[in-house]
């Protein structure tokens, strides 16, 4: 888990245009430094999404639920190659193919452990082939389920405190397409000053 703390990632404004570089472990320090990250979406073949409980030992949001996996791609570094790394790292999964289906910058203050997340995030969506093999590893993952998007869409606003920050948009992206690849990525923002306790967690521009 520390190592990849010492990983670069790449620095961009509210385009999306790299500017810099900082390692993990910086950008997420408050005020936090805005960087290109990705959230991976598995779908299967009756439309439900892959859910992974965040281990314990994250250093960001530990113990919510989350989307399949989620990452940083290195500076030079495709998203493709990027998300299906973490997928086999985290999930013994992959390689699949992957499509954007949008992106959103959301900015997000984790009250159990201080880090910020002040993301421009690519969401990506990969077909789970039947019967593929998924071996979590225990560092990354506490448990996996699957939901159904729709549903799950509603148990955020009933329950965001059991869930990541960033997966409302995550989910909002993938059931609604249309509106969010192309001009400005939608903005949600927990304030700095306020945790995320302090805030509705509804992230994504729902």
Not at 90 to 106: H, Q
Not at 153 to 169: H, K
């Amino acid at each position: 888990m520390s190592s990849r703390e010492d990983h670069l990632v790449e620095l961009v404004d509210e385009n999306g245009e790299a500017h810099g570089e900082t390692t993990v472990a910086a950008a997420h320090q408050p005020p936090g430094q805005l960087h290109r990250a990705f959230s991976v979406l598995l779908v299967d073949s009756d439309g439900q999404v892959l859910l992974q409980r965040r281990a314990a030992v994250k250093t960001r949001f530990p113990l919510r639920w989350a989307n399949a996996c989620c990452g940083h791609p290195q500076p030079g570094e495709s998203l493709a190659e990027a998300a299906n790394r973490r997928l086999r790292e985290e999930l013994g999964a992959g390689p699949v193919e992957l499509t954007e289906v949008g992106v959103y910058v959301y900015y997000a203050e984790d009250p159990a452990t201080g880090r910020v997340e002040f993301e421009y995030d690519h969401v990506l969506r990969g077909e789970f082939l039947p019967g593929a093999p998924l071996l979590p590893d225990p560092d990354e993952v506490e448990e996996l389920r699957w939901a159904d998007p729709t549903a799950l869409e509603a148990e955020l606003d009933i329950d965001p405190r059991s869930y990541a920050p960033w997966l409302g948009g995550v989910v909002n992206r993938l059931l609604h397409p249309s509106g969010s690849a192309s001009g400005t990525p939608g903005l949600a923002v927990t304030p700095p000053g306020l945790s995320a306790d302090d805030s509705a967690e509804r992230s994504g521009g729902r």
